[in-house]
């Protein structure tokens, strides 16, 4: 098929970091959607959506199997990426949980916050393959960057430095993530270079 | 030795994001097919083909799913559930899937689902995992309005639909049950073995779990039968198997290969190992995976022969150390892990983890009667294998009796 030659080509060209542009060149060449017959709802919100926390959670049905999804979603709409007293409450009322459940519940699983971060957090992969490939070197050019420990905030609220365990990214180990993006093969330059760019576009 | 690819053979030719591509590539062939059989020959067919879990612990999802559906007959709900929480370090197969061909593992989700009469699924794919689950909602909203989701699934009158949950970085919730109690919006705290999700599952119900590799493989083996699929592979694991390979190789990446394949194989087709350096060690399946020394480099890797060689294939994860490499470091970090994970629900694991990362950490500073601190840590590990609640508990004993075995020398 033309087509599919035609952007594996790209694929190959660009390689891997590009592979989401590659999607939508795909789909805009030959992948034409109808309207959705259903109401999509999406897992995950948007970090710059412009709705209150309780239009959020309304998004949800009202069930306790959705506690999880639910908190990501409030969690990720926060500038400063965590979960604020407020919210805790709103969906304990939503769901009629009690308070201190929700709160177990946030406070048991490591991705949630009840501390405000960074607009921007920062998850460096200490897991084996990273290990063994000097995520320690990584470590040490962040603290110099930023100027902070692992679990600080910068003082401008920029960035929030925190370890993660295996981000399934180890063919190209060391890696990281800075919010939902993932950044690969990460030596001092490219590690520098990703901070500047952020702290540019703010 | 070439791959062979079953599973990923769209990977780079389709874009996920697109499910005419899929659909022209073969994609949901599979699970017309299977609407047109009756349920038990579904789980006939698998129970023939031979396949076994790909989610570490090589159970036969034939026999899983006629349990499943065996099970509480007068119950009024039975699920599926993806296990999409991809954890294990090393490991990344599951991704590949998931950001490259997310059709497949749906529609293997749907055949699944379509074998066990379950008409409720959910799909517990891991929070950090952003790509892999923008790609499964997109496949998702495709699927069902094409009508392989929904009701009266392609006018076969089953009806099937799955939602998304997402994990929150917890690796304990990668084991089924626990998994189980997360997805209902609890904390990820391990429910006593059994009841089996088979018999006591989600919400009390029958409850199918299956791994994203796993499922991946229903779509082929119902298109083509099981007779085909037991020509690849081994006469106890058929079929392929998709391995992460990373550290000092050439080339790491994501290879799927015929079950029993070596060790060496896998490194000579990841470019062998990285600036020429000699092989050390390998570590299988991840942190709860074992360590290997050259001498297993020509042993085939099936889910058998590993075990009675006191290795583990576990989830296809391959980590490759380098003459020079620290063996103990890497040890370190696997338990290290283990005690970051560990929920602390009980006591010997709570307080093992930690006592084996200090001593852990004597031993990487090379201590002096390393020896006898290693066999302590394996005492030690094994006391905690005895008396855990649950699998993560008796997990740390995995690398440190292989470490022990391999490299207490090296000390
Ligand atoms: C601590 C722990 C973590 C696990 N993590 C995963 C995982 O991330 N993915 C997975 O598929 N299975 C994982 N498992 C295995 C599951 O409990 C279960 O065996 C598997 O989902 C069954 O699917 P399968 O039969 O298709 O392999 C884990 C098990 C344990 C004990
Ligand atoms: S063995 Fe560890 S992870 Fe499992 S219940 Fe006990 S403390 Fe929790
Ligand atoms: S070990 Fe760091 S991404 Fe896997």
């Given at each position: 098929m033309l087509e599919s030659g035609y952007f594996l080509n790209i694929y190959l060209y660009f390689g891997r970091h590009f592979s989401g542009l590659l999607d939508m060149a795909g789909a805009q060449q030959h992948c034409l959607r109808g309207a959705s017959k259903h109401q999509d709802q999406k897992v995950l919100t948007d970090k710059h959506i412009h709705m209150s926390t309780e239009e959020i959670i309304k998004q949800f049905e009202p069930a306790q199997h959705n506690l999880l999804n639910i908190l990501h979603a409030v969690q990720n709409s926060h500038p400063q990426n965590y979960l604020t007293e407020q919210a805790l409450e709103e969906t304990a009322r939503y769901l009629k949980l009690t308070k201190s459940s929700v709160y177990g519940v946030a406070r048991y699983y490591t991705m949630f916050s009840l501390k405000p971060r960074g607009r921007h957090l920062i998850r460096l992969c200490v897991s084996p393959v990273c290990e063994l490939l000097k995520a320690n070197d990584i470590l040490a050019i962040l603290q110099k960057h930023l100027g902070i420990g692992v679990g600080e905030t910068t003082s401008d609220g920029l960035f929030t430095l925190e370890f993660s365990e295996c981000?399934?990214?180890?063919?190209?180990?060391?890696s990281m993530m800075i919010n939902d993006q993932v950044y690969n093969g990460l030596d001092e330059e490219e590690t520098g270079r990703v901070l500047e760019e952020i702290r540019k576009k703010k | 030795m070439e791959e062979k690819k079953i599973l990923l053979k769209n990977v780079g030719v389709i874009d996920p994001g697109c499910i005419d591509d899929a659909i022209r590539a073969g994609g949901y062939e599979g699970l017309k097919k299977a609407l047109k059989m009756a349920p038990a020959q579904v789980i006939d067919e698998l129970e023939r083909s031979g396949l076994r879990g790909r989610g570490g612990a090589g159970f036969p999802t034939g026999m899983k799913q006629k349990f499943t559906s065996d099970s509480c007959l007068k119950c009024p709900q039975r699920y599926v559930v993806v296990n999409a929480d991809e954890g294990e370090p090393g490991t990344f197969k599951d991704r590949v899937i998931m950001e490259k061909d997310p059709h497949l593992y749906l529609e293997g989700t749907i055949i699944a689902a379509f074998a066990i009469q379950a008409t409720k699924g959910y799909i517990y794919i891991r929070g950090e995992y952003h790509e892999s689950i923008r790609k499964t909602e997109q496949a998702i909203r495709d699927a069902r309005n094409k009508g392989f989701l929904g009701k009266n699934i392609l006018g076969s009158g089953f009806d099937f639909d799955v939602e998304i949950k997402l994990g929150a970085g917890s690796y304990l919730c990668g084991e089924e049950l626990t998994m189980l109690e997360s997805l209902e919006g609890k904390r990820g705290h391990p429910r006593i073995k059994p009841p089996f999700p088979a018999e006591k599952g989600a919400f009390g119900m029958p409850t199918l779990v299956n791994n994203v590799e796993t499922l991946a493989n229903l779509p082929r083996i119902i298109e083509h039968g099981s007779e085909w699929y037991r020509t690849i592979g081994t006469e106890r694991s058929p079929g392929t198997k998709i391995f992460t390979i990373s550290g000092q190789v050439a080339k790491p990446g994501y290879y799927e290969l015929p079950m029993g394949v070596t060790l060496q194989e896998l490194i000579d087709l990841a470019g062998g190992m990285r600036n020429g350096r000699a092989f050390k060690a390998a570590l299988l399946g991840g942190a709860a995976g074992t360590f290997v020394d050259a001498s297993m480099l020509n042993e085939r890797m099936t889910y058998d022969n590993l075990r009675e060689k006191g290795a583990t294939l576990g989830s296809g994860a391959v980590i490759v150390l380098a003459?020079?490499?620290?063996v103990s470091d890497i040890l370190y970090n696997c338990l290290r892990f283990f005690k970051h994970e560990s929920c602390g629900k009980c006591v010997p694991c709570r307080v093992g983890t930690a006592q084996l990362v200090n001593k852990a950490g004597q031993l990487r500073n090379g201590h002096s009667g390393n020896t006898t601190l290693l066999q302590q840590m394996v005492r030690e590990a094994e006391i905690m294998a005895g008396t855990s609640l649950c699998p993560l508990g008796q997990s740390p004993i995995l690398p440190l009796e292989s470490f022990s075995r391999y490299f207490k020398e090296l000390q």
């Amino acid at each position: 098929m033309l087509e599919s030659g035609y952007f594996l080509n790209i694929y190959l060209y660009f390689g891997r970091h590009f592979s989401g542009l590659l999607d939508m060149a795909g789909a805009q060449q030959h992948c034409l959607r109808g309207a959705s017959k259903h109401q999509d709802q999406k897992v995950l919100t948007d970090k710059h959506i412009h709705m209150s926390t309780e239009e959020i959670i309304k998004q949800f049905e009202p069930a306790q199997h959705n506690l999880l999804n639910i908190l990501h979603a409030v969690q990720n709409s926060h500038p400063q990426n965590y979960l604020t007293e407020q919210a805790l409450e709103e969906t304990a009322r939503y769901l009629k949980l009690t308070k201190s459940s929700v709160y177990g519940v946030a406070r048991y699983y490591t991705m949630f916050s009840l501390k405000p971060r960074g607009r921007h957090l920062i998850r460096l992969c200490v897991s084996p393959v990273c290990e063994l490939l000097k995520a320690n070197d990584i470590l040490a050019i962040l603290q110099k960057h930023l100027g902070i420990g692992v679990g600080e905030t910068t003082s401008d609220g920029l960035f929030t430095l925190e370890f993660s365990e295996c981000l399934g990214q180890c063919q190209e180990a060391p890696s990281m993530m800075i919010n939902d993006q993932v950044y690969n093969g990460l030596d001092e330059e490219e590690t520098g270079r990703v901070l500047e760019e952020i702290r540019k576009k703010k | 030795m070439e791959e062979k690819k079953i599973l990923l053979k769209n990977v780079g030719v389709i874009d996920p994001g697109c499910i005419d591509d899929a659909i022209r590539a073969g994609g949901y062939e599979g699970l017309k097919k299977a609407l047109k059989m009756a349920p038990a020959q579904v789980i006939d067919e698998l129970e023939r083909s031979g396949l076994r879990g790909r989610g570490g612990a090589g159970f036969p999802t034939g026999m899983k799913q006629k349990f499943t559906s065996d099970s509480c007959l007068k119950c009024p709900q039975r699920y599926v559930v993806v296990n999409a929480d991809e954890g294990e370090p090393g490991t990344f197969k599951d991704r590949v899937i998931m950001e490259k061909d997310p059709h497949l593992y749906l529609e293997g989700t749907i055949i699944a689902a379509f074998a066990i009469q379950a008409t409720k699924g959910y799909i517990y794919i891991r929070g950090e995992y952003h790509e892999s689950i923008r790609k499964t909602e997109q496949a998702i909203r495709d699927a069902r309005n094409k009508g392989f989701l929904g009701k009266n699934i392609l006018g076969s009158g089953f009806d099937f639909d799955v939602e998304i949950k997402l994990g929150a970085g917890s690796y304990l919730c990668g084991e089924e049950l626990t998994m189980l109690e997360s997805l209902e919006g609890k904390r990820g705290h391990p429910r006593i073995k059994p009841p089996f999700p088979a018999e006591k599952g989600a919400f009390g119900m029958p409850t199918l779990v299956n791994n994203v590799e796993t499922l991946a493989n229903l779509p082929r083996i119902i298109e083509h039968g099981s007779e085909w699929y037991r020509t690849i592979g081994t006469e106890r694991s058929p079929g392929t198997k998709i391995f992460t390979i990373s550290g000092q190789v050439a080339k790491p990446g994501y290879y799927e290969l015929p079950m029993g394949v070596t060790l060496q194989e896998l490194i000579d087709l990841a470019g062998g190992m990285r600036n020429g350096r000699a092989f050390k060690a390998a570590l299988l399946g991840g942190a709860a995976g074992t360590f290997v020394d050259a001498s297993m480099l020509n042993e085939r890797m099936t889910y058998d022969n590993l075990r009675e060689k006191g290795a583990t294939l576990g989830s296809g994860a391959v980590i490759v150390l380098a003459e020079g490499d620290n063996v103990s470091d890497i040890l370190y970090n696997c338990l290290r892990f283990f005690k970051h994970e560990s929920c602390g629900k009980c006591v010997p694991c709570r307080v093992g983890t930690a006592q084996l990362v200090n001593k852990a950490g004597q031993l990487r500073n090379g201590h002096s009667g390393n020896t006898t601190l290693l066999q302590q840590m394996v005492r030690e590990a094994e006391i905690m294998a005895g008396t855990s609640l649950c699998p993560l508990g008796q997990s740390p004993i995995l690398p440190l009796e292989s470490f022990s075995r391999y490299f207490k020398e090296l000390q």
